[in-house]
């Protein structure tokens, strides 16, 4: 774990070095950028009316709209954890031709605009689509169901895990694995014992990442899954869709997304630190 | 230095997690839809022409770089440019410059400051959002066409709908446009008045709204998914219907079912062009531009359109 202990000592040594006038000076040219991130929000909470935001909290359409946000976020999570952990190791640890042309094709979802992702999601999955047609033979109709929300959201928000996870698996000494092993270590013991835990909390960073990106999908959920209440309207469409119909509401629930989303992060952060400072 | 890769990589995922998620706030919900402008470039991009335009203008032959700024609703997207070049020839150095989006999404940026210089509304509860609030002189709004509704199959017709009445079959995929979206609004209308007819039962509109599986936000996206085979079935202005001819199949609603939109259009009281927004309102309720209009499928306002009686001069819109 020398990678971690090593990084806040840096930082002190820094601190230590640096004349005052330089953070002052640094601390002057950040803030631009600081007060372009904050201002937005601040604005957002400025202009929220609190009795508003109690009364929405009785409202079913909205407590559904988190209710199916939170749970196909955590499929979606799940199902980037599931079947993008192989991917990033083969990347991490494989030589193989095609594979720089394979690492730029998990990148092309993170850059595409969601739009893109949900048509072609929609020419895909639909049931004219060239998966979906077969699917829909077989009595299987994926778009517009809730399962299509978990797949927009896996489709644009699993490549953010996995590019952190090939950088995780990266990082962890292959000397480590091939002592494990020569002790004797099966190479899943190997991958579990040694493996994951060290490459753990960057892991967990990606998943925090993929998940984020999950949470705010819109583009390709809206053209795919469409938007129905309580089966494919998550917070993201309920917002834009209370934007058009009445305003107070969509920025009660923006509000109540932004202080979610921030509570969780913060959480994760905090437990991220504690097993940092543990080991 | 086995740590600086996982930095590197780290910062780079969270540059991309930025550009990534930016888009999504904004990207516009039915790319297919053809719009000449993206629903919120044009309205931060547009505002220095018309700003920087003389306020003392009489006449409507405006100083060139006018841009006249038109927020139209989306089913007025194919109508509305054909009438531009005839508009921009006849008003040297002006550019009209328009936003296509769901009225009501139009409504709510122009209350929120967009720079708009003529708002032309699907339905007037839109418009009597903009005379609530101070945008629009109540007087200065004025019906210019009307649309009627139809239901759109896929061409094929998988689910063999051919009578209103096969919109309560069960298990069909029925795409609507959202209860915000007018065109929304009048579907339920729809839905409501045959209800009420005996031919159908009371339950007829919950049967139906029991089919549909996405209330769109706007009414193209309700076109394109029907045209792309996505949905059995659709209900959408006749105007729209047109524009897909080749991919969709009509269902007529009758008189005594439909209902007939009605398009109002006015100037923004704060346009910093009154007198051209004045000028292409009145160039859109002349014979010329209706004409065009009809031809795309809206009933005439001003003059005579088959199974409308025509009305002498403009509504008033209250």
């Given at each position: 774990?020398?990678?971690?202990?090593?990084?806040?000592?840096?930082?002190?040594?820094?601190?230590?070095?640096s004349?005052?006038?330089?953070?002052?000076?640094?601390?002057?040219a950040?803030?631009?950028?600081?007060?372009?991130?904050?201002?937005?929000?601040?604005?957002?909470?400025?202009?929220?009316?609190?009795?508003?935001?109690?009364?929405?909290?009785?409202?079913?359409?909205?407590?559904?709209?988190?209710?199916?946000?939170?749970?196909?976020?955590?499929?979606?999570?799940?199902?980037?954890?599931?079947?993008?952990?192989?991917?990033?190791?083969?990347?991490?640890?494989?030589?193989?031709?095609?594979?720089?042309?394979?690492?730029?094709?998990?990148?092309?979802?993170?850059?595409?605009?969601p739009?893109?992702?949900?048509?072609?999601?929609?020419?895909?999955?639909?049931?004219?689509?060239l998966v979906?047609?077969?699917?829909?033979?077989?009595?299987?109709?994926?778009?517009?169901?809730?399962?299509?929300?978990?797949?927009?959201?896996?489709?644009?928000?699993?490549?953010?895990?996995?590019?952190?996870?090939?950088?995780?698996?990266?990082?962890?000494?292959?000397?480590?694995?091939?002592?494990?092993?020569?002790?004797?270590?099966?190479?899943?013991?190997?991958?579990?014992?040694?493996?994951?835990?060290?490459?753990?909390?960057?892991?967990?960073?990606?998943?925090?990442?993929?998940?984020?990106?999950?949470?705010?999908?819109?583009?390709?959920?809206?053209?795919?899954?469409?938007?129905?209440?309580?089966?494919?309207?998550?917070?993201?469409?309920?917002?834009?869709?209370?934007?058009?119909?009445?305003?107070?509401?969509?920025?009660?629930?923006?509000?109540?997304?932004?202080?979610?989303?921030?509570?969780?992060?913060?959480?994760?952060?905090?437990?991220?630190?504690?097993?940092?400072?543990?080991? | 230095m086995?740590?600086?890769?996982?930095?590197?990589?780290?910062?780079?995922t969270?540059?991309l997690?930025?550009?990534?998620?930016?888009?999504?706030?904004?990207?516009?919900?039915?790319?297919?839809?053809?719009?000449?402008?993206?629903t919120?470039?044009?309205?931060?991009?547009?505002?220095?022409?018309?700003?920087?335009?003389?306020?003392?203008?009489?006449?409507?032959?405006?100083?060139?770089?006018?841009?006249?700024?038109?927020?139209?609703?989306?089913?007025?997207?194919?109508?509305?440019?054909?009438?531009?070049?005839?508009?921009?020839?006849?008003?040297?150095?002006?550019?009209?410059?328009?936003?296509?989006?769901g009225?009501?999404?139009?409504?709510?940026?122009?209350?929120?400051?967009?720079?708009?210089?003529?708002?032309?509304?699907?339905?007037?509860?839109?418009?009597?959002?903009?005379?609530?609030?101070?945008?629009?002189?109540?007087?200065?709004?004025?019906?210019?066409?009307?649309?009627?509704?139809?239901?759109?199959?896929?061409?094929?017709?998988?689910?063999?709908?051919?009578?209103?009445?096969?919109?309560?079959?069960?298990?069909?995929?029925?795409?609507?446009?959202?209860?915000?979206?007018?065109?929304?609004?009048?579907?339920?209308?729809?839905?409501?008045?045959?209800?009420?007819?005996?031919?159908?039962?009371?339950?007829?509109?919950?049967?139906?709204?029991?089919?549909?599986?996405?209330?769109?936000?706007?009414?193209?996206s309700?076109?394109?998914?029907?045209?792309?085979?996505?949905?059995?079935?659709?209900?959408?202005?006749?105007?729209?219907?047109?524009?897909?001819?080749?991919?969709?199949?009509?269902?007529?609603?009758?008189?005594?079912?439909n209902?007939?939109a009605?398009?109002?259009?006015?100037?923004?009281?704060?346009?910093?062009?009154?007198a051209?927004?004045?000028?292409?309102?009145?160039?859109?309720?002349?014979?010329?531009?209706?004409?065009?209009?009809?031809?795309?499928?809206?009933?005439?306002?001003?003059?005579a359109?088959p199974?409308?009686?025509?009305?002498?001069?403009?509504?008033?819109?209250?």
């Open positions: 774990m020398e990678r971690i202990t090593t990084a806040p000592r840096t930082v002190l040594v820094w601190r230590k070095r004349l005052p006038l330089t953070t002052v000076g640094l601390l002057l950040s803030l631009p950028m600081l007060a372009y991130l904050l201002l937005p929000l601040l604005a957002l909470i400025a202009r929220v009316n609190p009795a508003t935001l109690v009364a929405q909290f009785a409202n079913p359409e909205i407590s559904q709209a988190l209710g199916l946000s939170f749970t196909t976020t955590a499929c979606s999570t799940l199902l980037g954890l599931v079947c993008g952990t192989p991917l990033a190791y083969l990347l991490a640890r494989g030589r193989f031709p095609g594979r720089s042309l394979l690492d730029t094709l998990i990148e092309l979802p993170m850059v595409l605009p739009s893109v992702a949900g048509i072609a999601l929609l020419i895909t999955f639909g049931r004219r689509g979906g047609a077969q699917l829909n033979e077989a009595g299987l109709s994926v778009a517009f169901t809730t399962l299509a929300v978990v797949l927009a959201q896996t489709f644009v928000a699993a490549p953010f895990y996995i590019k952190t996870a090939v950088a995780g698996f990266a990082g962890v000494e292959r000397e480590l694995e091939y002592a494990a092993a020569t002790d004797g270590a099966s190479p899943w013991q190997v991958f579990t014992r040694i493996t994951l835990p060290l490459a753990g909390p960057v892991l967990l960073g990606g998943l925090v990442m993929s998940w984020a990106r999950a949470l705010g999908e819109f583009g390709a959920t809206i053209i795919f899954a469409g938007n129905f209440p309580g089966r494919t309207q998550t917070m993201p469409l309920a917002i834009y869709l209370g934007f058009e119909m009445n305003l107070d509401l969509a920025l009660s629930l923006a509000l109540i997304m932004l202080a979610l989303s921030f509570f969780i992060l913060w959480l994760v952060k905090a437990i991220l630190r504690q097993r940092v400072s543990a080991t | 086995r740590r600086s890769p996982v930095v590197f990589a780290l910062l780079l969270l540059l997690a930025a550009c990534g998620g930016a888009p999504a706030a904004q990207s516009p919900t039915s790319p297919p839809a053809p719009t000449v402008a993206p919120v470039v044009p309205t931060v991009a547009a505002p220095t022409a018309s700003t920087d335009a003389p306020t003392t203008e009489a006449t409507t032959t405006a100083p060139a770089g006018t841009t006249l700024n038109v927020f139209a609703a989306a089913s007025l997207t194919d109508a509305f440019k054909a009438l531009a070049p005839a508009f921009e020839a006849a008003h040297p150095g002006v550019t009209l410059v328009f936003n296509f989006a009225a009501q999404q139009l409504a709510t940026q122009i209350n929120e400051g967009a720079p708009a210089d003529v708002f032309a509304s699907a339905n007037r509860a839109q418009m009597d959002v903009l005379i609530a609030s101070g945008k629009v002189i109540s007087a200065t709004a004025h019906t210019f066409v009307r649309n009627r509704l139809v239901v759109i199959t896929p061409k094929a017709n998988p689910a063999g709908i051919t009578s209103l009445k096969d919109l309560a079959k069960p298990g069909l995929k029925l795409i609507l446009a959202a209860k915000a979206v007018p065109v929304g609004q009048y579907a339920l209308a729809f839905l409501a008045k045959a209800s009420a007819l005996p031919e159908y039962t009371d339950s007829f509109s919950a049967t139906v709204l029991a089919n549909v599986v996405s209330y769109e936000d706007n009414v193209r309700v076109l394109t998914k029907i045209a792309l085979g996505e949905g059995d079935a659709g209900i959408v202005y006749t105007t729209d219907a047109a524009t897909q001819a080749d991919k969709v199949a009509e269902i007529a609603i009758p008189d005594t079912l209902v007939i009605t398009y109002p259009i006015a100037p923004l009281a704060d346009s910093k062009a009154t051209l927004a004045q000028a292409f309102v009145d160039y859109v309720l002349a014979p010329e531009a209706q004409q065009v209009l009809v031809k795309y499928g809206f009933i005439s306002e001003t003059g359109a199974g409308i009686v025509p009305t002498a001069k403009p509504t008033e819109v209250k």
